[in-house]
């Protein structure tokens, strides 16, 4: 929901971008890493800027993209698409529908936009008063 809270903003981004890599010992190249920004509309230029550099737009697609290449098997979306224009918003549910599709990645999806978990969503809850109700 906060994606500037992902990353210090002391490094540049390429230092956090690298960071799965290492801790996670993936095969690692500059042009991997590229390859797996560009679907998330970020570019070489981005990864020299510090956090506060990029939009939250950017951060989003960003710490989107760093937490797909370790390929969980869960993630936690908390309003992934809340700093978004509806358009970007589109296009990065596309990106994590296709993950999930190529690498049977699940998703728990929080947001308060009910379009758009009527678009990607299995299943819906609504959270009321503390309790879950399916819908």
Do not use: W
């Not at 390429?14 to 095969?27: A, F, G, N, V």
């Not at 869960?74 to 596309?94: A, G, K, R, Y």
């Not at 990607?120 to 503390?130: A, L, N």
């Amino acid at each position: 929901q906060h994606p500037e809270t992902s990353f210090n903003p002391a490094l540049i981004l390429l230092r956090s971008m690298t960071e799965p890599y290492s801790i996670y010992s993936l095969p690692y190249s500059p042009e991997i890493l590229l390859e797996s920004l560009t679907p998330y509309g970020l570019y070489e230029e981005h990864l020299y800027r510090r956090p506060d550099q990029l939009s939250g737009g950017e951060l989003q697609r960003a710490a989107l993209a760093r937490i797909l290449t370790i390929q969980p098997d869960l993630v936690v979306l908390d309003e992934p698409t809340s700093m978004l224009d509806v358009i970007s918003q589109v296009q990065i549910m596309n990106l994590l529908k296709k993950h999930q599709a190529e690498h049977n990645t699940a998703y728990l999806l929080i947001s308060h936009n009910r379009a758009l978990c009527e678009m990607v969503c299995d299943r819906i809850y609504k959270v009321e008063r503390g309790r879950f109700y399916e819908e």
